[in-house]
């Protein structure tokens, strides 16, 4: 069997851990042959029962560094003091060869351990920039849902962690048993890690009696050609001296700005209408479905339709909202 450690260190969150354990530590027959599963073991500090997994085996910090795969979760603290035994226990499992995974912000434990070092890595897009300041040995890529670099794997924040533990399914028991999970937990069966994280739409301003009311009626006119010339005549403000505020207090360029609003927009009625991607495409100001499935594309990793079928919401009471 493969032998599977889920860390429950001292700031874990229930969100992963939970996740981790749905998938890793149940065996149906549905997925695969009776007893030949994942074996997992929960791994804490003083080797005691934890109470969030009460009827799961239990080992201390030491057990990590003889099974086959290590899952750590999400922290809700990122500072620097990660337990220095389980910093021992990464590093000694990382020598062995064994596989090490982490969720979300746990990356942060993985780099203190220093098991990131020299890899590409991500976390979830609000804790990025923190990651890569704090360890710049780290190649933090900011906008994917998760990274598979050979024997360490990092994933963006939430449902990322969700993927990236059925990328593990995938690996080790192949698509067919890696998508009935995905049906039987009614989510997507695959996202590939290089698809961009679905980041939120850029806020408003700061100053709300600055660039708000110009930032407005832009966006409701984003059907219409837009320019930086017709934005700073709104604002009253000369092209320069647009570009300067809206830096300041978007940290965005008035192109980079009406692009992002764009596409913000077509994201939203591809989840909430039936539109076409032509018609969506207007609406937008993109001009054509070519024009945004090429830059829905490159900015987010996947097709609008795909988006579509991932997002779309639906009265139907068996699906939920």
Known sequence: ?????????????????????????????DRAPAG?????????????????LPNVRTAGYA???????VVVPSADELDDRVDPALIDALVAAQRRGTRLAALCTGAFVL??????????????WMHAEDLARRYPQVDVQPDI?????GGVLTSAGKTAALDLC????RRDYGAAVANAMARRMVVPAHRTGGQAQFITPPAAPRSPDGLAPTLEWARARLDQPLAVADLAAKAHLSPRQ??????????????????????????????????????????????????????FHRTLGITPTAYRTTFRLTDDPQLGP
Do not use: K, N
């Not at 192109?255 to 495409?281: G, N």
């Open 242 to 295: 647009l570009t300067r505020r809206m830096q300041t207090e978007l940290e965005a360029s008035p192109l980079d700005w009406l692009h992002r609003q764009r596409l913000a927009r077509a994201q939203e009625l591809l989840e909430s209408t039936d539109a076409s991607i032509d018609q969506i495409a207007t609406s937008c100001g993109m001009g054509t479905a070519t024009t945004l499935r090429r830059h």
């Open 166 to 169: 059925l990328h593990l399914v």
């Open 63 to 69: 057990e990590i560094a003889h099974v086959d795969t």
């Open 145 to 149: 849902l998760y990274v598979d670099d």
């Open 1 to 29: 069997m493969h032998r599977i450690a889920l860390v429950l260190h001292d700031t874990a969150m229930l969100y992963e851990v939970a996740i981790a354990s749905e998938i890793f530590g149940t065996d149906r027959p």
């Open 36 to 52: 030949e599963w994942y074996d997992l073991v929960i791994c804490t500090a003083e080797g005691g029962p934890h109470p969030w």
């Open 111 to 124: 780099a203190a351990a220093g098991v990131l070092d020299g890899r590409v890595a991500t976390t979830h």
